[in-house]
């Protein structure tokens, strides 16, 4: 969906760290896509019961300019994200997983004070500031974290009673999941626990 076939894209970088620096005020555009684990997601991993495998989300990026009727052509951003993480069930307190797919859009303003007072009836376009160091990264941990569920669940009937899984030493009640000792999500998470 290529509004503005004239300006060359320019690929974003898929590295977790450019990811926190992009030059928006260049009047170019941007698509790129790529994969965050979540040792790269520090405000998503520390919500995370445990990191598995497979844990982390996918990401795909496209920016454009939309035209206004008697005004600068503004920079809008298309974001999907596709990915799962494990939370703690709120019914039985062991790990559940929680995936999700959202797509959103937003709209780039000059200051702070555009962004806010931007009309917010429009839930599909969310307001940003734009800057020559706008950071993606903390875009896409916002978004991940707003799409997850508040009181995060297994679905009715799978949870299983912690007094029933005494001497179950797997978190994920899953054999193939289990977690590697060497990564540093992990080592993170054991630092965070003996504070
Ligand atoms: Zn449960």
New binding site residues.
């Given amino acids: 969906m290529n509004r503005n076939p004239v300006l060359p894209s320019l690929t974003l970088p898929t590295e977790p760290k450019a990811l926190r620096s992009i030059d928006l005020l260049v009047s170019q555009t941007y698509t790129g896509q790529g994969f965050l684990a979540l040792d790269a997601l520090p405000r998503v991993a520390l919500e995370a019961a445990v990191c598995a495998a497979d844990d982390g989300f996918a990401w795909a990026v496209n920016t454009f300019f939309d035209g206004v009727a008697g005004g600068e052509p503004r920079l809008k951003m298309n974001l999907g994200l596709k990915g799962q993480m494990h939370l703690i069930?709120q019914?039985?307190m062991?790990p559940?997983l929680v995936q999700i797919e959202e797509s959103r859009q937003f709209v780039f303003l000059a200051n702070e004070a555009l962004a806010d007072a931007f009309p917010m009836e429009d839930d599909a376009l969310e307001p940003l500031v734009i800057s020559s160091q706008f950071d993606l990264l903390g875009t896409i941990e916002d978004e991940i974290l707003l799409s997850l569920p508040l009181i995060p669940?297994?679905s009715e009937g799978?949870?299983e009673p912690a007094a029933l899984r005494s001497g179950v030493d797997d978190p994920l009640n899953h054999g193939e999941t289990a977690k590697k000792p060497d990564n540093p999500f992990n080592i993170l998470k054991n630092m965070k626990k003996k504070e």
């Fill in positions: 069930c019914r039985c062991q559940c669940k297994h799978v949870c």
